[in-house]
């Protein structure tokens, strides 16, 4: 209620200091034994180069002999021209030294999304308006859902909404048909209150992460009904935690988690409305930190930059 | 990702037990001065009256001498059609005796209620939401706008969506043309980033609590562009406070505030995009307890129970 | 940095409104099946004993033939001279006819603490210092430790400090030389940090409530080592959570809980040290609470008023 | 209440890896206008004398001719004793050409802290026991009062208390009194709710940075009486703020912040009591971040690496 001028444009991308071109933008991750050097290394090339190093973050497991990490926000005039000679030379004059697995992600590059919804509408909702709105920078291509509520406000948003339904005896099956169409097509799906456990084999062929909610703060509740048996357990805190989705259910490395208080005087179904909220903010963080490219997942934690 | 049966009906209204037909529920709201006996009165004819006490909080603003204030769950087989008879009793024989103002609320009617919006649509969007969802009891009759942008977002949610452009010379007139729509029809106006600030006169003709967000913890960075100021501050938390709008503007009895954790690397623009969540929370908390009876005003402050 | 006036005086007990003599407030504790009638029959009962009830708390586990909770603060003049007349008319003309377990504590009466602790002195000495400031009602009688670290430090506080060794042949005989100490002489025993499993036969024979600080999120990381867990675990929170002891270790009812966020680069002694701060702020919380008879237990939760 | 092992031995410093020896590790601080090459100039000097960077942050107010913070620990086997050359070289080689102002501080030297505090303990005592147990490497050398209270409590941490009295009358005189305590024995002195106003004059002569503890979240209620003022305008958070003491009061470069929840039946005596956890953490926040050489300080604000 305060008469100020609201900007119409979109929101930039992360990581794009005011006044600078995003398309002078990228992301440099870095993955490599750790030794000494790297550093002195990966910065001298870059300086070499032109390119301003903008942010950094670095983390080891272990300096003595564990995993190094690096994402460098950097700043080059002619990134989107040089980038391939800027990969080739980064591959040839540092990568191969170190034993580096490496991307260089342009700030203007989306992340192509699909997501997988049942019924609950609040976590597939929040991150439609979110791409939309330029929040996350990613591109939600496809909706899919094992059942058919939700079609008309997803597709609301311009969005394909594909139905597979999904039985016990069909299982195999509208796996099958939901491969054909993420392979090869998406960077990451996510899991906004899927209702149904995805077979291994749906993980290994999948081609991209997959990004899941779970209504608990795991190791807490995993499985099945975390509200009901929170009430149950008369907690005074309930949560949510976004994970990668692995063949062992709930045991994925965490990405992101909270906690809202709960008290005695909540029902199950309360803690299943107020949980709601927790459920989407946590899930949006970890899909925007995952589009950002701040994601780094070790064995069965993650690293978030 | 647990296969689990999901209710595909709406939720039941707030203060509904489990197992009770929620139109055999009643809230009971009662202020007045505080003086010996006012329970004992209240909780004797409702146990007359065949009603059961679920649930019930009370508040003095001072044992001696000061307001005492009283919401009382109650189950009554009978509530809606013992309803007029109940209220002529009360009337009669508590509420005269102890200077009551007092309200039954039955938990099956909902709220009607006005939203009002600039060009930001996180509070609105998410109201509507919540609305459709049946999670906070309300019917968004109207949403009014000084500005097209939201017309078919709002559209879609099956609610009317009114332009009435404002400028520094028709302000007057718009204000009229919102009056006309909005008086006798609503029992609250929600100011969701509604970026005009209303008149006196417009507050006093409404006829209805009008609830407003702003986006930082009152009474810290009152006014315009507070973002701004607070990256200009340097402050590690943000917030959004919820309060019913009056005439000194962020002066206003406060409903619900929040905060999130900020850093020197988040720019204005970074605030500004978390922010939005906080404010969209702190809003729907402030209305879902509107629209469940939970909120008592005082004169500078409010009581939530 | 500000010149003000500082009180030199201890805090007011907590319940006391402003300007009210603490001998006159008192707490009236209720349990029985619910039915109607319940609050008619018990504020009648105060109203004419001239007792004013200055705030109140109820809930019901279910309507329906469940328990019914009630926790209301009193003011009462001449509580402290008619405290035995009034306990014998509730018991005759209400109590009896509700089959009511019922207790009223007088605001003044502090309850009788004893501490069991090892070597880790953060929950030891806070709820030590609270004591000293009167800011949590209770008179702590002794600290008994199966180490012998922290004898200086509490000593200072003026309580008395006893060394029970404990080893794997001596528990059965350090746990009747504790309850010797123990038994009948306190009203509460709190584990601040006390590193030996105690029997069931000790939660049986001490003859008052025992509360137990866990170092994570109860049900996550039960048992031994909960912070190296939480660790490998990847969590992106950890937690404390105050709980009654009973014979199943860590599956008591929960009193509070709380979380801190954590992160990759938290070693687990970061989230040992870190998480101590959250461990005693828990565990001061349910401690007051306790003191102040706020709460009530149920089989395997509590109601926290 | 798990039987486990507990470590006798004081904690590590912070920074240093599992394993390392802690006279390995150092700190190195350096800020100076940004430009393309400062962290290739600087990884290089430190991998050519055989430094190894275990983490580093950094951040620039602004790419295009902002300031550049940079916070780097690195392992150096010999750090101790080639402390001299590893300076001088740092001077010549890459300082200079960048206009550096830096500093490398070792992980194992301990900042030398005073406290001033009058009657409130909290805060006082919390910093204490934290520096007693090594949980913050800091020496506190003395503590400063102008009241006799807190001498016993003080004094029995093994650490020198004097009361030095303050009137309107004799504030000058006082102030002299302590600068000559002060000046030149501290690199850091703690306001740990001092409640009087110290003079432009003592913060220029103090000769090193002085952090304050105000008991609200600045800009909030800045001045005198912030619980009372904040329980006046019925908020429902309060919170507390550390920051740098400047002339102007209540305006330093803010460090650490943090809110708890309030309600309308909290008094204001309930929030001083609820207050002074939130207080005594923010406060131990801060000052473990300056004395782990975690903060850069800009003209309003701070970086916290």
Not at 246 to 261: F, M, S, Y
């Amino acid at each position: 209620m305060h008469a100020t001028t609201q900007p119409a444009s979109a929101p930039l991308p992360h990581d794009v200091p005011a006044g600078v071109d995003p398309n002078e933008i990228g992301r440099l991750l870095v993955r490599c034994p750790d030794q000494p050097g790297i550093v002195a290394a990966v910065s001298r090339f870059l300086f070499e180069c032109g390119a301003n190093i903008v942010a950094s973050d670095q983390y080891t497991t272990d300096p003595d002999g564990g995993v190094f990490l690096l994402r460098a926000v950097i700043h080059l005039p002619d990134l989107m021209s040089e980038r391939d000679s800027l990969e080739q030379g980064f591959q040839e004059e540092v990568a191969s030294q170190f034993e580096m697995s490496w991307h260089l992600a342009p700030a203007v590059e989306q992340k192509r999304v699909a997501l997988m919804v049942s019924r609950y509408d609040h976590c597939a909702l929040d991150l439609l308006w979110r791409a939309q709105r330029g929040q996350i920078p990613m591109n939600i291509g496809v909706v899919i859902s094992n059942h058919s509520d939700l079609a008309d406000p997803v597709r609301g948003f311009g969005v394909p909404y594909v139905h597979i339904p999904v039985t016990a005896d069909t299982k195999a099956e509208a796996e099958e048909h939901q491969l054909e169409l993420l392979r090869g097509n998406f960077d990451l799906v996510v899991l906004a209150r899927y209702m149904q456990i995805l077979s291994g084999s749906f993980l290994e062929q999948v081609g991209c992460p997959v990004i899941n909610i779970h209504h608990s703060f795991l190791p807490a509740f995993a499985g099945a009904n975390p509200y009901a048996r929170a009430k149950d357990r008369g907690v005074k805190l309930i949560g949510a935690t976004a994970h990668y989705a692995t063949v062992d259910l709930d045991e994925g490395p965490i990405i992101e988690q909270d906690t809202i208080r709960a008290t005695h005087s909540d029902t199950a179904s309360d803690l299943e409305r107020r949980g709601a909220d927790v459920e989407r903010t946590v899930l949006a963080r970890a899909v925007d930190w995952h589009c950002n490219d701040r994601i780094a997942r070790l064995d069965k934690s993650t690293v978030v930059f």
